[in-house]
């Protein structure tokens, strides 16, 4: 019997993006889309391709917005993609002749390929960013993480599919970086949550090896000056998810 196939999408605001992830993806059973409530033309490009949308307002997070995806799904195999990202043919090609084999165990890992400031970068950690992405939801779930969500996929049998996912994530350096400081807010709030602990020498340790790992570990000085750049973002974006955690833990204790 045939598998059918579930795509699930969570977005906001991404009218200049989603078209393009869309018609990637037609080839699906079924599209899903959960939307946390955009204000410009994303859900009217959005109803082009299904009528399978969903609007959640009631923000707890990306975890939780994943799994109300997961939850709106009729299939049981569930392909989560972000607005951002476009499937080539080689992988949709990988996928379809994978999934029928599958068992309810299986977990396919993608390798995602990113497209910054006009330039794929191959380095710098950025690919193969191999990330789960296809999974029965019967067997596996997302995690309820606030950002950073991943599937939790503890026991699962890896199978790793031949093509790219491209992420078209930033347009320009502005884009990047103001969507770092917003991860590191959130990051920080999820922290504190969990009740961890900051300060100063953690968040500046922990910065200097950030840029290390990147640009030197993961060979990102091989993407030249956006690879630099990269590094230097991922620093100021570690040392501020720390730093921010340690102003969270200090204004609950007066």
């Not at 790219?164 to 969507?179: R, T």
């Not at 400081?181 to 500046?204: C, E, F, P, V, W």
């Not at 990147?214 to 501020?240: K, S």
Request: aromatic residues 14%; charged residues 25%; positive net charge.
């Amino acid at each position: 019997m045939m598998k059918k196939i579930s795509i699930c999408i969570i977005c906001k605001n991404e009218e200049s993006k989603i078209a393009n992830c869309l018609a990637s993806v037609s080839w699906a059973d079924e599209i899903v889309i959960v939307d946390s409530g955009s204000t410009d033309n994303t859900l009217e490009i959005a109803k082009q391709f299904t009528d399978k949308i969903f609007i959640e307002e009631n923000w707890q997070g990306f975890g939780e917005q994943r799994r109300r995806a997961e939850d709106y799904a009729s299939n049981d195999w569930i392909f989560a993609i972000d607005c951002d990202e476009v499937v080539t043919e080689e992988l949709k090609n990988e996928i379809l002749s994978h999934i029928n084999q599958a068992n309810n165990n299986d977990v396919f890992y993608v390798n995602r390929l990113t497209n910054f400031c006009d330039q794929l970068i191959y380095h710098s950690g950025w690919y193969p960013d191999r990330i789960a992405r296809i999974y029965n939801k019967t067997s596996f779930r997302y995690n309820e993480a606030l950002v950073h969500e991943a599937l939790s996929c503890k026991g699962c049998k890896k199978v790793r599919l031949k093509g790219d996912l491209l992420h078209y994530q930033y347009n320009d350096i502005y884009q990047y970086i103001n969507k770092r400081n917003h991860y590191a807010s959130l990051g920080a709030d999820y922290k504190h949550r969990q009740g961890k602990k900051s300060g100063m020498l953690i968040a500046t340790s922990s910065a200097i090896f950030a840029f290390i790992r990147h640009y030197f570990l993961r060979l990102g000085f091989l993407d030249g000056r956006l690879g630099f750049i990269i590094a230097v973002i991922q620093m100021q974006y570690t040392f501020n998810k720390y730093l921010f955690t340690y102003f969270l833990q200090n204004k609950n204790n007066k």
